[in-house]
């Protein structure tokens, strides 16, 4: 599963906690991500730019527990 290799690399790469409960989060937050951007292209060839946001927003959310993100 990808999301299982970004949590191998990351762990790896930045000295992360290998722990269920971030490995549950990382999935968590692909899973949601996957689902928002296939909606997004479903709707527009380009891309549903709401949506792509909405995916970006998730995955922040969902992984700021873990991970801290730079400020827009």
Known sequence: MLAGAAVDA???RFDFPD???VRLAFE???E???ALVARAF???ADGD???LE???SAVRAILSEYVAFPEN
Do not use: G, L
């Open 10 to 12: 990351v762990v790896a």
């Open 19 to 21: 722990e269920a409960r």
């Open 28 to 30: 968590v937050a692909f």
């Open 32 to 34: 949601a991500a996957d």
């Open 42 to 44: 479903a709707r527009d």
């Open 49 to 51: 730019a709401e949506r």
């Open 54 to 56: 909405a995916a970006r």
